[in-house]
């Protein structure tokens, strides 16, 4: 057995919930970080459901991977496989990372966006996104707290994302009503 490497790209960037040896900056490539999942569970309702983050098809993806202990291997994949793929919207996927500071490929445990499951999204107009996210809420709490969460996790890393920022000014203000 061997150890894991994880690659968070959401809220396991900040949350990640399992014991690691090693946290670093890295990059997937072929993939990009989207909200497009439908949140039934974790940020949202099926009756009103949120959005969350799903590795889609194209582009890269900065995040953070995370190096776990051979012998904590297999309860982490556990522990992941009951946060993750609560409704199944992920296919779970080794993929090449490179570790940003040495330029260094492992092959990482990725949970990568099913295109053909129900809870897909796709690519939802810049408003539609705004209003979702601004007014749903599940049991790991308020969708808007997570994307503020995963905006200020990426401000603190480094990792630059006008998109999102952008996204999180307009669910704030929607909020508020402004």
Not at 43 to 58: H, I, K, Q, Y
Not at 71 to 83: G, I, S, T
Request: net charge negative; charged share 20%; aromatic share 10%.
């Amino acid at each position: 057995m061997q150890d894991l490497w994880v690659f968070g790209y959401g809220s396991l960037m900040w949350r990640p919930g399992f014991a690691f040896i090693e946290r670093q900056p890295a990059r997937l490539h072929g993939y990009h970080r989207a909200f497009c999942v439908y949140s039934h569970v974790h940020r949202g309702t099926p009756e009103r459901p949120g959005l969350v983050f799903g590795l889609d098809a194209g582009g890269a993806c900065r995040g953070v991977a995370f190096r776990v202990a051979a012998h904590h291997a297999d309860e982490v994949r556990q522990y992941l496989v009951e946060r993750e793929q609560v409704t199944a919207v992920y296919a779970e996927a080794h993929k090449p990372v490179t570790l940003v500071e040495t330029g260094r490929q492992v092959e990482a445990l990725c949970f990568l966006v099913d295109r053909k499951h129900h809870q897909y999204a796709g690519r939802l107009p810049f408003e539609t996104q705004v209003a979702i996210i601004a007014g749903a809420e599940g049991q790991s709490g308020r969708n808007p707290d997570y994307l503020q969460s995963t905006v200020e996790h990426l401000h603190s890393e480094g990792i630059p994302d006008a998109g999102l920022e952008r996204l999180w000014q307009a669910v704030d203000a929607a909020q508020r009503g402004s």
